[in-house]
């Protein structure tokens, strides 16, 4: 009876993984996440647009081509509504 429990005993050893490994594939893993949020927290700090990209006369020109987003109310100049109400 005790070579059965000693072939089990062994048997579940070798089928167990050894916990050494597993903390220092576990830490690898944990390492490499932690370097890339790091990346892409610094990718996050880049500007996506150069300065002065939505002041370019191209963009400020498909505005006004536009009707349909030129009108929108965020858009819409207030005055034109004030000189279209007081016909001189």
Not at 35 to 44: G, L
């Amino acid at each position: 009876m005790k070579f059965v429990m000693e072939f089990a005993e062994n048997l579940i050893l070798r089928m167990m993984e050894d916990p050494r490994e597993r903390d220092r594939k576990f830490r690898e893993h944990v390492y490499a996440v932690k370097d890339q949020c790091k990346k892409t927290k610094e990718m996050w700090s880049y500007p996506i647009r150069p300065y002065g990209f939505w002041t370019f006369e191209r963009h400020n020109v498909q505005l006004n081509w536009d009707a349909q987003i030129s009108q929108v109310p965020g858009r819409r100049d207030p005055y034109d509504d004030l000189l279209s109400d007081n016909p001189k």
